[in-house]
C-alpha cells in the first residue's frame, strides 16, 4: 500500500479503547451497536482482522465472504469519514481488482460517498445474494425501544405480541461467562439447530461462528434465564450511546418457542436495564422480516435505517 498503509494494522484489544472514545463522541453514528461488540460480531474471521487509524477516522476492514480478496470496511467512526474512505477504498480496489464494500453507514454518509463514485449495489450483487439478502445480513431498520414505560412497578407485558403462555415463570440471574459458559454452549447449540430447521441454505458452522465472536466475551454484560434451576435462555447487551443499552443474542431452549420466552425474557432484562439507569434499548437491525415485526413488537420504539456503499472496479 502507499503511506495509508502506515495507519492499518491487525486489530487488537488495544483498539477497544479508541472505540470506546470515539463511540462517545458528539459526532458518533445515531445508532445502536456502537461499541466493540459490534464489531467483535461483524468482524467475525479475526484472524484477518485489520484496522485503519490515523487518529482521526477509525475503519475496521474485514474480508467478504465469496469474493477473494475482497474486503468490507465497517461502520467507519471519527472524522473526515468520507475523504479517507475514498482514499483506502481506492488502494484496495486497484490491488484486488475487486469491489469494497462499506457497511451499515447511515444515509448521510452514503449520499457524501456517492461524491467520491460510490454507489448502490449493482441488481443481483448483494453481500450474500444466494441467501437472498439485497443488500447484506441486515435488512430492516434497527429497532431502539424507549424504557420510560418500563419504570412501572406493574409486570404487564407491554408487548404486541400477546402470545405464548402466561403461567411461564423465569428466574433471572446476572450473566457470568466464566461460570455460564457451559449453559450458553448447550443454548446456543440448540438454538443454532433449531434455527436450522427453518432456515436450511444457513450453514452452520457459519452460524455458531457469528455467536461464538462475541458470547464468550469475559467481559459481557447480560442475563441468564432459569426454570427450576435449569437455564433456558440467555441475553448478551453490552452498553452503547450514553443511557443506551444494546442487545446482541437473545437465545432460548427450542422448547419454550410456544410459550412467549422470547418476549419474557426481553421485558425482564428492560426492567432491569431501567434499574441500572439505562432509559433505551438497541435492539439491532433484523435480516428476516419475523425478527423485524418481533423487534418493533415492544413499544415506543423508533426505527433508524442504515445503508450500504460499494465501489466498483471500473471507477478508476
Given at each position: 500500500m502507499p503511506s495509508?498503509?502506515?495507519?492499518?494494522?491487525?486489530?487488537?484489544?488495544?483498539?477497544?479503547?479508541?472505540?470506546?472514545?470515539?463511540?462517545?463522541?458528539p459526532t458518533a453514528p445515531d445508532s445502536c451497536g456502537n461499541n466493540w461488540l459490534y464489531y467483535l460480531c461483524l468482524c467475525r474471521d479475526h484472524n484477518q482482522w485489520f484496522r485503519y487509524w490515523d487518529g482521526q477516522a477509525l475503519i475496521f476492514i474485514t474480508p467478504r465472504p465469496g469474493l477473494s480478496g475482497a474486503v468490507a470496511f465497517i461502520r467507519p467512526l471519527g472524522t473526515n469519514i468520507p475523504e479517507t474512505l475514498s482514499r483506502l477504498a481506492r488502494i484496495y480496489v486497484q490491488k484486488t481488482k475487486q469491489p469494497v464494500a462499506v457497511k451499515n453507514i447511515s444515509l448521510q454518509q452514503?449520499?457524501?460517498l456517492q461524491g467520491f463514485g460510490f454507489s448502490d449495489y449493482k441488481a443481483n450483487d448483494g453481500w450474500q445474494i444466494s441467501l437472498g439478502y439485497r443488500y447484506d445480513d441486515e435488512q430492516y431498520e434497527e429497532v431502539v425501544i424507549s424504557?420510560?414505560?418500563?419504570?412501572?412497578?406493574?409486570?404487564?407485558?407491554?408487548s404486541d405480541n400477546k402470545e405464548g403462555d402466561p403461567s411461564l415463570t423465569l428466574a433471572v440471574e446476572r450473566l457470568e461467562v466464566s461460570s455460564h459458559r457451559r449453559d450458553l454452549e448447550r443454548i446456543l447449540e440448540m438454538w443454532v439447530a433449531?434455527?436450522?430447521?427453518?432456515?436450511?441454505?444457513?450453514?452452520v458452522d457459519h452460524m455458531l461462528g457469528v455467536y461464538r465472536s462475541f458470547v464468550f466475551e469475559p467481559a459481557n454484560q447480560g442475563w441468564v434465564f432459569r426454570v427450576d434451576r435449569n437455564t433456558v435462555g440467555f441475553i448478551v447487551t453490552a452498553p452503547g450511546l450514553p443511557f443506551t443499552l444494546d442487545f446482541y443474542a437473545a437465545l432460548y431452549d427450542p422448547a419454550f418457542r410456544n410459550r412467549?420466552?422470547?418476549?419474557k425474557m426481553y421485558e425482564m432484562a428492560f426492567r432491569l436495564a431501567v434499574q441500572k439507569g439505562y432509559m433505551y434499548a438497541g435492539l439491532g437491525g433484523s435480516e428476516v422480516k419475523s425478527l423485524f415485526d418481533f423487534k418493533r413488537s415492544f413499544k415506543p420504539h423508533r426505527l433508524i435505517k442504515r445503508t450500504h456503499a460499494i465501489l466498483y472496479p471500473k471507477v478508476q
Open positions: 495509508l498503509s502506515r495507519f492499518v494494522a491487525p486489530v487488537s484489544y488495544e483498539d477497544r479503547a479508541i472505540v470506546d472514545f470515539l463511540c462517545r463522541e452514503f449520499r457524501e424504557l420510560f414505560p418500563y419504570l412501572a412497578q406493574s409486570q404487564e407485558s407491554l433449531f434455527y436450522l430447521t427453518r432456515n436450511p441454505k444457513e450453514n412467549g420466552i422470547s418476549t
